[in-house]
């Protein structure tokens, strides 16, 4: 896609096309667009010195927020906007909350009138990659420079948690801020394993020979949310980074030639292979949610389950009593350089829009979203853990996540998922094929490294690098 | 009469014709507008590219030519199946039980069977999806035909029916049928009651069974019926998204084996940020459905029988 | 219903030959009725089995149907009911779906027969043009038009407002309606019409007094597609109804309800709401399955 403005044309403003035959009614609906973007003389938002309303917000101009309603709700999102309303009284704010984000969003944004904050979550989010490389998104930047709600002397940026930005950073600018702070692990249940006298396997060798003890007492080693690979991305992603190095994921997001090839990422294909062709997983897994593969779990059907630091906290209704979630990490693989290796940082992606009628509003909202009291109402009212420094928060996945990323040198998150959608959508069924045993280790990778190719001599797709 | 007919004629067609024209065929032609060029949908500029998208798209063996395929199925399978039932209930329904003084009647419980079969049809499509992708689940997590299967003994596919490659078309197509035979059968059975009897009682008086008495006198009586049966059916497998969308793993899995060109069309517009492409792959799939309709209209044009 | 109207026996037949017909149709159809009793019932359950479940689902906990999925609740759970009643909205949903349906089924069948009585019935300059336009309507893959409809709709200020769903969905159903009417008003007969004529009836009168009376087996037949298809609009409101939540009709509640419950893990909740907008339906279509199927029968006859 090109990105010179200046030879892109605002879209329905073109009546040749079908003018001469539907004039009549084309003046209706082929009607130019008010606000027809691309205009880039667009109100620049600047920081002030004012730290009470460093981005000049109007106190008067309204806000349209767009909240994802899935499984954080709505609620936090409804206190946020009372705090918004106490430094503002007279904005009024248009809110929605939906899980048809792509739906009822994409098409705003095609007619030049986006909502101002947008939490770009869910199922049904719009592709990050085709909303930044089309310049529809505002950089974070001013937010991020602003001065923190809490403490001027701090800017916002200096409150957030490391690794928070990685996720919302598309060739080193900002552009979305990931609002919860997340983990990937395998996990098991420590009773069953002290009960059974099994020791929680590290690597992956004493993970398969464990195994078959687990299958003999009747419980199946595996399952995962097969409706859903996604939960095997990290798996998979940390099993290969763990054993060659946190480069050879870079690599692979970085499109770099043969990256797939790499012999780490055979030995993770290979391994998650093994799982399948050894029968290690509980009949159906392919067919089940990722409820359904808790549920499993928590009923003891199966032995691990990959998931993220948000599960204790998800189950809570459904977990039997004395259920003990222990948290294991990726069982690496022998000779692996870096063990430590994990997926963690943000997500639930909120972002402002370029071409938002209420830009200072925006920044406002977000500036406020990570105060240390908005941040504490959103990890008390949806349990997780939050992006922001410093806030106590009583909940298990918070100490979860916690527990899980104790060192943030061994921080990292794979980007092929929010950078190259086309990549996504092949990662996630070539997955399942795998563990399932349905495809062989050597096709996997021939097929990835096919679609890597193909994306990097793709000139329509931007491409977006980890900057070195 | 001739007096004002034209003033008539205008005025009954302005209304319809103008709301069609606004917000049918308008957005029709935008469409088609936007598939010339590379849009994302997601931003409110865009560059002509000519027919790149039409040149694609026919390359694109990952997504379109799998639901090209897929969707070539149903449009066959889902029709056949579903006209054949509908016939073969109907002809059950109605004249399929004893004879009676010289007459033969339907089987015992017509209207019940009626109402039940007709019941699916006015489910709303999103309870259908919901209640039979548990009908489908794997024997582990609760699925009715794999614990059926189970329970006597046979063989199921250990991960249901839904994630694995071999079934889930034949699934799908197996909802579809489930969901719409019972208004065919209520269809056609109302065009079976229209058949005066006699025609029945002197195939009987001529030695006829039952077998030839329905191809020889229901079968071509409701040539008519069955053609209308079959534009509407075909009209829905083209259709045919929402069911695949809210039962399939990854919405057209596993692995793509029930993708079909409506959800092809979604994922491109609001999953890939590829809305021109999508709309190329709309725009064919309306001519082809287009030379379908006319091709079986032209070719399912018969003598009519007049009775 | 066929079996219930009584044909007179054809007198001509001879007395022997009908008995001989009749004693060996008698054979053959004890074996037909066993083999086609056996199958009628066969997909009766496929029907019943499944909805049984599904209500007997929606009593369990969430719990329980993660568990055990065939098993019967241990109670009662009626909470699934009042969550799926008050924070799946299942109530306002219908009634939306309800006024929108009330207008926009109205408007098709209205307009729809206007239009397909002008095409069937005068010949004109363009008549045929007209009518394939309207027909190859039916074959639009609805999902194209999502963009440009947006930004029509909002164009004259009718995005996120029921008159425009309304609209919308006439518009999108006329291809059907005008499609199938149009075959209807061909096979009046023109007696009538010339009759009428005769009798000084003017175009309009002619139209509302005489074709549209005559037409009523056809419409009812066509209005009852019309509202089956509105019922399970879901892509049309997704798009066109999005701003306000309360605003949803019955087919996006429900999916909102199914993705809930993937977010939430409400699965009871879910049931018991797909049983809540099953239940007016299924009560519906028991009372008005005989006009239903008679405005099929209709529309069967051509």
């Known amino acids: 896609m090109s990105n010179t403005p200046a030879d892109r044309q605002a879209i329905f403003t073109r009546r040749n096309l079908f003018g001469a035959t539907a004039a009549g009614i084309a003046a209706t609906s082929l009607g130019a667009c008010a606000t027809s973007g691309g205009d880039d003389e667009q109100k620049e938002v600047t920081v002030g010195d004012d730290a009470e309303n460093p981005f000049g917000v109007d106190p008067k101009a309204p806000l349209d927020v767009v909240i994802f309603d899935g499984g954080f709700g709505n609620e936090y999102a409804v206190a946020h906007q009372a705090l918004y309303n106490e430094a503002f009284p007279d904005a009024e704010i248009e809110f929605l909350a939906t899980q048809a984000i792509a739906e009822t969003q994409q098409p705003r944004f095609a007619e030049g009138k986006p909502a101002d904050v947008i939490d770009n979550s869910g199922a049904q989010q719009i592709p990050m990659d085709a909303l930044v490389s089309d310049g529809e998104l505002a950089e974070l930047t001013p937010l991020l420079d602003a001065p923190s709600y809490d403490d001027p002397a701090l800017t916002v940026r200096e409150t957030l948690r490391d690794g928070v930005l990685e996720a919302g950073t598309f060739n080193g600018k900002v552009y979305s801020l990931n609002y919860v702070f997340n983990a990937w692990t395998i996990w098991y249940d420590s009773k069953l394993f002290s009960d059974n006298g099994w020791t929680p396997p590290t690597t992956w060798a004493e993970m398969m020979a464990l195994c078959p003890t687990i299958k003999a007492a009747g419980i199946a080693p595996w399952t995962y949310a097969g409706q859903h690979p996604v939960y095997l991305y990290d798996m998979f992603l940390m099993l290969a980074g763990r054993h060659g190095g946190v480069q050879v994921l870079k690599d692979i997001d970085n499109l770099v030639a043969d990256a797939w090839r790499h012999p780490s990422v055979v030995a993770a294909a290979e391994a998650l292979h093994s799982i399948g062709d050894g029968g290690f997983l509980l009949d159906g897994s392919a067919g089940i949610d990722h409820i359904q593969s808790q549920t499993a779990f928590n009923e003891n059907k199966a032995a691990f389950l990959p998931c993220g630091s948000w599960l204790p906290n998800e189950q809570k209704a459904i977990a039997p009593e004395g259920f003990a979630y222990a948290p294991m990490g990726v069982p690496y693989l022998d000779g692996s350089v870096q063990p430590g290796l994990i997926s963690a940082g943000g997500d639930e992606p909120f972002v402002i829009p370029k071409n938002a009628a209420n830009l200072p509003g925006a920044y406002e909202y977000l500036r406020i979203m990570l105060s240390q009291e908005g941040s504490q109402i959103f990890g008390d009212t949806v349990q997780a853990a939050t992006v922001v420094k410093g806030v106590e928060l009583d909940n298990e996945a918070a100490r979860m996540t916690d527990a899980l990323v104790s060192n943030p040198d061994d921080m990292f998150q794979p980007k092929l998922r ?31 490294q096919g679609v890597a190719d193909e994306t990097a001599a793709d000139d329509s797709i931007e491409k977006f690098t980890h900057d070195e | 009469m001739r007096h004002g007919r034209y003033p008539f004629i205008l005025s009954f067609l302005a209304l319809p014709v103008g709301l069609y024209a606004w917000l049918v065929i308008l957005p029709f032609a935008q469409a088609f507008q936007i598939s010339l060029t590379d849009w994302s949908g997601s931003s409110n500029s865009f560059n002509y590219i000519g027919f790149d998208n039409y040149v694609n798209l026919f390359k694109d063996d990952r997504f379109v030519l799998p639901a090209l395929r897929n969707t070539g199925i149903i449009l066959v399978v889902l029709p056949l199946v579903t006209i054949a039932l509908g016939l073969f209930f109907a002809f059950m329904l109605n004249l399929g039980g004893k004879m009676r003084r010289g007459r033969i009647e339907g089987v015992r419980g017509a209207r019940f069977h009626k109402i039940v079969f007709f019941f699916p049809q006015v489910l709303s499509v999103a309870i259908v999806g919901i209640l039979w992708k548990q009908v489908y689940a794997p024997e582990n997590f609760g699925g009715l035909i794999t614990g059926a299967l189970g329970a006597v003994g046979l063989p199921a596919p250990v991960n249901g029916f839904l994630a694995d490659k071999r079934f889930v078309l034949a699934a799908v197509i197996g909802v579809l049928v489930w969901s719409a035979v019972g208004f065919y059968l209520v269809y056609f059975s109302s065009a079976i009651a229209s058949i005066p009897r006699d025609l029945y009682e002197a195939a009987i008086i001529d030695g006829a069974g039952r077998i030839p008495m329905f191809f020889k006198i229901t079968l071509p009586l409701l040539w008519d019926s069955v053609q209308t049966a079959w534009i509407y059916l075909s009209i829905i497998a083209l259709d045919v998204f929402v069911l695949i969308y809210l039962m399939t793993p990854e919405q057209g899995g596993p692995d793509g084996a029930s993708e079909v060109v409506g959800g092809v069309i979604w994922k491109y517009a609001f999953k890939h940020g590829e809305q021109a492409f999508a709309s190329a792959i709309g725009v064919v799939l309306f001519f082809a459905a287009l030379s379908l309709a006319v091709i079986s209209l032209r070719v399912g044009r018969r003598e009519r029988i007049e009775f | 219903m066929a079996i219930e109207t009584p044909t007179p026996a054809p007198a001509e037949a001879s007395e022997k030959s009908q008995a001989r017909a009749a004693k060996r149709l008698r054979s053959e159809g004890g074996v037909l009725n066993l083999f086609s009793q056996g199958f009628l019932w066969l997909w009766a359950l496929l029907v019943i089995i499944p909805v049984v479940w599904i209500v007997m689902t929606s009593f369990k906990t969430s719990r329980e149907i993660a568990s055990d999925p065939l098993a019967l609740p241990e109670a009662m759970h009626w909470a699934n009911y009042v969550n799926a009643w008050t924070n799946g909205n299942i109530g306002s949903f219908f009634l939306n779906t309800v006024q929108v349906m009330a207008f926009s089924v109205t408007g098709t069948m209205l307009l729809g027969a206007m239009a397909a009585y002008v095409l069937a019935r005068y010949e004109f300059p363009g008549s045929r043009l007209l009518y394939f336009g309207f027909a190859a309507g039916m074959m639009f893959p609805v999902f194209l038009a999502l963009f440009p409809l947006f930004k029509t709709l909002s164009n004259v200020s009718l995005l996120n407002t029921k008159t425009g769903l309304i609209l919308v969905y006439i518009a999108y159903s006329l291809p059907f309606t005008v499609f199938f009417l149009t075959a209807f008003f061909r096979t009046l007969p023109s007696g009538v019409a010339e009759a009428a004529i005769v009798d000084g009836a003017g175009h309009y009168r002619l139209f509302f007094q005489v074709m549209l009376p005559m037409a009523k087996p056809g419409l009812i037949a066509i209005t009852i597609f019309n509202i089956l298809g509105q019922w399970n609009q879901f892509l049309l409101p997704l798009v066109l109804m999005n701003r306000n939540p309360q605003d949803a009709v019955i087919s996006q509640g429900l999916a909102n309800l199914a993705m809930r419950q993937g977010y939430e893990g409400d699965a009871g909740a879910l049931f018991a709401g797909t049983v809540l907008a099953m239940i007016p339906i299924f009560v519906a279509y028991v009372i008005f399955q005989r006009q239903i199927q008679a405005g099929l029968t209709a529309g069967a006859i051509k």
């Open chain 1, 418 to 448: 929010y950078w190259y959608t086309t990549m996504d959508t092949e990662l996630r069924p070539a997955l399942g094929q795998l563990i399932n045993a349905e495809t062989s280790a050597a096709d996997f990778i021939d097929r990835m």
